[in-house]
T-cell receptor
Framework: QKEVEQDPGPLSVPEGAIVSLNCTYSNSAFQYFMWYRQYSRKGPELLMYTYSSGNKEDGRFTAQVDKSSKYISLFIRDSQPSDSATYLCAMFGGNEKLTFGTGTRLTIIP | GAVVSQHPSRVICKSGTSVKIECRSL??????MFWYRQFPKQSLMLMATSNEGSKATYEQGVEKDKFLINHASLTLSTLTVTSAHPEDSSFYIC???????????FGPGTRLTVL
């Protein structure tokens, strides 16, 4: 079993829809949770960074962490074609190494 | 802020040659830098962790003599792929972490093609 599970998609939604991206994990030591956006042939760009359980909102993006369920989510409101990318969840605990999900390929259809 | 650059962005080389990739943190001092490789449609695989002034720590299965990492300053780390072979063709991405925060900021990546 992988430490971090993420549905690879692809996921296609119409412009303006709410997008929900999720990851589950098995390592209870993970405390820091991140979402990265990666455009094709580019490096990952940090979108959201949260510590422990709770919600964090930044513009159209909301990150949720539920440590009791070992489940994290990223919501994108009013999705735009420019949001089309691969979204990677990542997390780490006591050590400094990030463990990534496989990434979800998202396409926003105009 | 928190910009990380990589050079070159793309390199094509012949089998048997060595290739050096530079990773720089432009507006912050990076106490730790990481090197990843990414195959098409796959996630990032950590290769090694480097701290300024000390030897890199390699992940299991990564040959340290093949992938030489030098972290000579708080803003520069280099990855040298020695005696490159076609199976080394991949997308290499570095990231940098500051001492104050736990976020890793990634470079734009270097696409290596070995003929």
């Amino acid at each position: 079993q992988k430490e971090v599970e993420q549905d690879p998609g692809p996921l296609s939604v119409p412009e303006g829809a709410i997008v929900s991206l999720n990851c589950t994990y098995s390592n209870s030591a993970f405390q820091y949770f991140m979402w990265y956006r990666q455009y094709s042939r580019k490096g990952p760009e940090l979108l959201m960074y949260t510590y422990s359980s709770g919600n964090k909102e930044d513009g159209r993006f909301t990150a949720q962490v539920d440590k009791s369920s070992k489940y994290i989510s990223l919501f994108i409101r009013d999705s735009q074609p420019s949001d089309s990318a691969t979204y990677l969840c990542a997390m780490f605990g006591g050590n400094e190494k990030l463990t990534f999900g496989t990434g979800t390929r998202l396409t926003i259809i105009p | 802020g928190a910009v990380v650059s990589q050079h070159p962005s793309r390199v094509i080389c012949k089998s048997g040659t060595s290739v050096k990739i530079e990773c720089r943190s432009l507006d912050f001092q990076a106490t730790t830098m990481f090197w990843y490789r990414q195959f098409p449609k796959q996630s990032l695989m950590l290769m090694a962790t480097s701290n300024e002034g000390s030897k890199a720590t390699y992940e299991q299965g990564v040959e340290k003599d093949k992938f030489l990492i030098n972290h000579a300053s708080l803003t520069l780390s280099t990855l040298t792929v020695t005696s490159a072979h076609p199976e080394d063709s991949s997308f290499y991405i570095c990231s940098a972490r500051t001492g104050s925060y736990n976020e890793q900021f990634f470079g734009p990546g270097t696409r290596l093609t070995v003929l």
